[in-house]
């Protein structure tokens, strides 16, 4: 079992949907999660950063963390055919420590 | 803007044949990273410098080497290329850890292939 798991997808969605995007996690010591954008042929983008449980909210953007699930989620409002790209989830036990990225999950947003 | 360079964009090299592979950056950021990423996988570290000091990922192969001359410039040598190398290469970097910051700042990738 990996340590985070992540749909592969595709996810496709119309133009103005609520999308939501999902992690799990079995390493209960991670305490900061992540959220990357990808485009196609490109690097990552970080999106999102937060520390320990809670929500946090940019823009279109909301992460949550439920820690006593290890699942978190990334949830992007009135989406955009923009948007259309791979998420992936990464995460980490401390400061300092590496990242255990998900495999990303690809998301289609049609006009 | 502050940024992370990679050069070239797009490299192809043959079989055997030694590639180096460059990372910039201007975030003057301690940590710099190498990953690989293959078609739809996360991407795999292969090593790090924290300032100076090198951190080589147990699973890494010995056909991959690193130099960090300076804070800005870090590089990736692929000795002996192999057909199984071909992948994008993504160089990130980030700060010394300060409370809970902790983001890693990724560069644009350089995709590699091997004929």
Partial sequence: QKEVEQDPGPLSVPEGAIV???????NSAFQYFMWYRQYSRKGPELLMYTYSSGNKEDGRFTAQVDKSSKYISLF?????PSDSATYLCAMSPGAGNMLTFGGGTRLMVKP | ???????????VTQFGKPVTLSCSQTL??????WYQQKSSQAPKLLFHYYDK????????????QSRR?????????IRSPGL?????YLCATSREPQGNRYEQYFGPGTRLTVT
Avoid at chain 2, 53 to 64: L, Q, R, S
Avoid at chain 2, 69 to 77: G, K, Q, R, V
Avoid at chain 2, 84 to 88: L, R, V, Y
């Fill in chain 2, 1 to 11: 803007d502050a940024m992370v360079i990679q050069n070239p964009r797009y490299q």
């Fill in chain 2, 84 to 88: 199984g190398d071909a992948a994008m």
């Fill in chain 2, 28 to 33: 003057n950021h301690n940590v710099m990273y």
């Fill in chain 2, 69 to 77: 001359p300076n804070t800005s410039f870090c590089f990736l040598d």
């Fill in chain 1, 20 to 26: 939501s995007l999902n992690c799990t996690y079995s």
């Fill in chain 1, 76 to 80: 992007i409002r009135d989406s955009q």
């Fill in chain 2, 53 to 64: 000091d090198f951190n080589n990922e147990a699973d890494t192969p010995d056909n991959f």
